[in-house]
């Protein structure tokens, strides 16, 4: 059992706990910390610079995410990243209207289908 | 030599005291065991009310879910307001399938749910994970 991962994902962790689990170099625990939702801004601010891909992915996409760090993870040299953001209904729309325009060419179609699908929902 | 972790056990069947007891020894853990047999006494053994006016904050909690006068809904409802204990690790004990019981806990506060019998090893992992992030 990796209770240090079920501690990640628990929304009833302390932010204490999830600090020190931020920085214990597993990097699923890190994944986990960066999609819980009740994840501070500071530790996402702190994940935003992490080495590996997945963890900035979940990073940016997280709701709890600060608009700073979105800004910059919208700017990120991976692409995997700039399309996870890309698929996010939750984006702000200049984020999404900007990936729309992105230099991948997957990225910039799935950002402009997400843009698409949000302008259906809002205009039922 | 690492610390022994006060861990407070809220369990009214005398069986499953034992076999949690059974388990701590399994799990080669140093623990400081308190036992308390209802919801009612457990309330006051945190909030330190008579007779337990010196009782420490416990590292973690053991909190059966079926218990006489509160059940461990009601406890956790209780304590997770107090300053001392909205930091406290709370691990449910049940033997229920019910999911909505776990979920509820969970919406209560719980860090954690054991299902009973609890067994040695998986909790001598929790103990350890506990205390090496909690403490």
């Known amino acids: ?124 | 030599m690492s610390r022994f972790i006060e861990v407070l056990l809220v369990e009214d069947s005398p069986a499953d005291v034992r076999i949690a007891e059974e388990a701590i020894v399994d799990a080669g853990v140093n623990v400081n065991l308190h036992v308390v047999n209802d919801g009612e006494a457990a309330v006051r053994y945190l909030t330190q009310q008579a007779p337990y006016d010196n009782a420490a904050t416990p590292d973690i909690v053991l909190l059966d879910l079926n218990m006489p006068k509160m059940n461990g809904h009601d406890v956790l409802d209780e304590i997770r307001n107090q300053n001392n204990m909205k930091e406290v690790p709370i691990v449910l004990l049940t033997a229920s399938e019910s999911c909505d019981d776990v979920e509820k806990a969970h919406n209560l506060g719980i860090n954690y749910y054991l299902r009973k019998p609890v067994q040695g090893p998986g909790l001598g992992q929790l103990l350890n994970a506990v205390q090496s992030l909690w403490h």
């Open chain 1, 1 to 124: 059992m990796d209770f240090y991962y079920i501690f990640a994902g628990s929304p009833n962790t302390p932010q204490r706990v999830l600090s020190r689990l931020a920085v214990c170099g597993q990097l699923k625990v890190r994944g986990r910390i960066a999609e819980n939702k009740e994840t501070p801004a500071d530790i996402l601010q702190l994940l935003a610079g992490d080495e590996n891909w997945e963890v900035r992915a979940s990073v940016a996409t997280n709701p709890r995410a600060p608009q700073e760090v979105v800004e910059i993870l919208s700017r990120d040299e991976n692409a995997d990243v700039r399309y996870s953001m890309a698929e996010c209904d939750h984006m702000p729309f200049h984020v999404l209207d900007r990936l729309a325009q992105d230099e991948n060419p997957y990225v910039a179609e799935r950002a402009r289908n997400t843009l698409e699908e949000v302008f259906v929902r809002l205009a039922i």
